[in-house]
């Protein structure tokens, strides 16, 4: 196991809370009607996205799945430009085109998350054959939860994969619940690596609500991709607070074991604490930080002016404009 | 010039372009050593290697996935899809990503790849292996839809397709692939979203595409004996499509006939139709004619198959018709 660093530790803990934070001010910005569209948060599920950015490099391929907001500012993107862009601003960084299930930053090497949940699973394969062929050694990363095992995407780019000992690492989150479907309901096994492991790509199980589990699990997928060993799978079992469309459905039992006895943030911090890492105040200090980082982002969103009409039209081909309402 | 097949000219352009450009790839099922199915990769795993002639399993949304991914890091892959009536399989791929990713990231990333297929019916091939396909396209913003009908064209527009920088649905019709014709050695384009007068006539025009051609052609040819001057016009590009050379025709003809061999509803006649109305209306002397297919799928028995879609005759009661024979 690689060893964390107290400064790692603590440089995970607060990306946990900026994660946790973002999460919470989009959630009550779109309950005030502020956020357009539909809206999914990754509550829960900070440790595993903590984990995740703190293993990959800036040139690495990320296609962060529709809980993954704290991904994309984690990988690089400045936070204002991805809350923009969930506002529907001209500022957002795909200029308001986008939205929650379409940001990407090229410049981070994000290729954007996905509508159709699971299929841009072979473009992250297809993104892995393009750097092999040009003798890259970046990673492609791809986020997908529980509920796309069932797609045939995840199988083909699973099969190709490991047949083209393709970069991909394929990175589940298992939360449970494909909407309001338990996962054992509708696929053969409870445990998605199973899938993995009968495509011969090396697959782990992580509990995804503990912070350093996860980022040593992330840590060796990661150095065994990098390596040129082909493709890797960790399964990261965790579960999100956020209900489905009419609210709750989960045994209250449940609710309260992640929301409280199993918490990835207060297990961090009972961690910490007992390791002596940090004091009681100085973690306090960094939820604040936190907090008020993330309220800036709001505020700039908020103040951002809406897009100009003409992107509506533009960039739908390369070499020639398509005809609008004025034309 | 040399007189080659389709075939031929189209793995002429590959082999062209591969060698040129160290980006350029193929994938797709059965295309390594054995060439693909109807040959048009054939030499090329020999002279390229398996590397860059890749060949898959029956992953058709892997093909398009990889093919798309691939170019979103500068790679110019060519996928085939042996044959147009699997693409449902990959249906998302093209339709939500490849013709995508541009307009939805707002320009950061592009899609240059070309998904060369084989269509069209006439050879007894039943229902999963003789569709037109470009209907089920043609409501899809960013896609670009090509259609070769000889040597010549094919292989320009295979290489103009190649370096093109948008995803491009390239169809190759079976019926047409042992066909010959003089094709320059070397590399040359033919422009993309420029269709062709392949006849020029003065009293009705008579728009085409692949096969269709040769059933208007010899329809022009019969008719021209009873006074009736054709116009025969080659989209080429079938999405978008060229409207400036069809309705400077129309204008200088007057009357139009869109022949095409997919079912008529809701197809590429159906747009051409809509469009030489709202654009050309005063110019009309009769209404648009559009000579296409049955609502039907495409039957097994060659007789059967026969009779539900547009040929040479069909085409020549159409002209009549609009002509006011």
């Given at each position: 196991m690689p060893e964390v660093s107290p400064d790692q530790y603590l440089a995970l803990f607060r990306d946990m809370w900026r994660v946790r934070k973002f999460e919470q001010a989009l959630e009550r910005e779109f309950k005030r009607g502020k956020v357009p569209g539909m809206l999914h948060v990754g509550l829960g599920q900070e440790a595993t996205l903590a984990a995740i950015a703190h293993s990959l490099r800036k040139e690495d391929g990320i296609f962060p799945d529709h809980r993954c907001h704290g991904l994309l500012f984690l990988k690089g993107t400045p936070g204002k430009k991805i809350m923009a862009e969930l506002f529907g601003r001209a500022t957002g960084i795909c200029s308001g085109k986008g939205g929650s299930l379409h940001s990407a930053d090229a410049s981070v090497n994000n290729f954007g998350d996905n509508g159709?949940?699971?299929?841009?699973m072979v473009t992250a394969l297809g993104v892995a054959l393009g750097w092999k062929m040009q003798g890259k050694n970046n990673v492609s990363a791809v986020v997908v939860g529980d509920g796309t095992s069932g797609r045939g995407e995840w199988h083909e780019s699973m099969n190709l994969a490991s047949v083209w000992k393709a970069p991909v690492f394929f990175i589940c989150v298992n939360n449970g619940y494909a909407i309001s479907t338990p996962v054992g309901f509708s696929h053969a096994t409870e445990d998605l690596v199973d899938f993995a492991k009968s495509y011969k790509i090396p697959a782990v199980q992580v509990d995804g609500n503990d912070v350093l589990a996860s980022f040593q699990a992330t840590q060796e997928a990661v150095a065994h991709i990098r390596a040129g060993k082909g493709p890797y799978f960790v399964e990261y079992k965790t579960w999100r607070w956020q209900g489905m469309f009419s609210g709750e459905f989960r045994p209250a039992e449940e609710v309260k074991y992640y929301k409280e006895d199993h918490e990835p943030i207060a297990l961090a911090k009972a961690d910490l604490l007992k390791k002596g890492i940090a004091s009681p105040e100085q973690l306090d200090a960094i939820e604040k930080e936190a907090e008020a980082e993330i309220e800036e982002w709001v505020s700039y969103a908020q103040n951002s002016p809406l897009p100009d009409p003409a992107k509506a039209t533009a960039n739908v081909y390369i070499g020639w404009e398509v005809e609008s309402w004025q034309s | 010039m040399a007189v080659i097949t389709t075939v031929q000219a189209l793995n002429d352009a590959l082999g062209l372009m591969m060698a040129e450009d160290q980006r350029v790839y193929c994938l797709g099922e059965d295309i390594g050593k054995m060439g693909g199915d109807f040959g048009v990769t054939r030499g090329l795993y020999d002279e390229f290697g398996g590397e860059r002639v890749r060949d898959t399993p029956l992953s058709e949304a892997a093909i398009i996935g990889a093919a798309v991914g691939s170019a979103m890091v500068g790679m110019r892959p060519v996928a085939e899809i042996?044959?147009?009536?699997?693409?449902g399989t990959c249906y998302d791929q093209v339709v939500n990503n490849a013709a995508k990713v541009h307009y939805m990231f707002d320009g950061q990333f592009r899609a240059p790849i070309v998904i060369r297929t084989a269509c069209g019916g006439g050879f007894g091939g039943g229902p999963h292996h003789s569709q037109q396909i470009e209907g089920w396209f043609m409501n899809v913003p960013g896609l670009v839809i090509v259609a070769p009908s000889n040597p010549h064209d094919a292989k320009g527009l295979l290489i103009a397709s190649i370096e093109d920088d948008n995803p491009i649905l390239f169809l190759e019709h079976k019926a047409l692939y042992r066909q010959k014709g003089e094709v320059p050695e070397g590399k040359y384009t033919v422009p993309l979203r420029k269709a062709k007068v392949v006849r020029p006539g003065k009293d009705i025009t008579v728009v085409t595409s692949m096969k269709t051609l040769y059933d208007a052609m010899a329809a022009a040819n019969e008719l021209e004996a009873e006074g009736i001057s054709v116009e025969v016009i080659d989209l080429r590009t079938l999405r978008p499509w060229d409207h400036q050379t069809v309705l400077e025709s129309v204008a200088r003809t007057g009357r139009a006939i869109v022949v095409n061999e997919?079912?008529?509803?809701?197809g590429l006649a159906a747009d051409v139709s809509a469009v030489i109305s709202e654009e050309a209306f005063s110019y009309l002397k009769a209404p648009v004619m559009r000579v296409c297919g049955l609502d039907t799928p495409i039957p097994f028995s060659l007789p059967l198959e026969k009779l539900i879609l547009p040929d040479k005759d069909r085409v020549k009661q159409g002209i009549l018709k609009v002509c006011g024979k």
């Open positions: 159709v949940q699971g299929s841009y | 042996m044959f147009a009536d699997f693409i997919a079912p008529k509803i809701g």
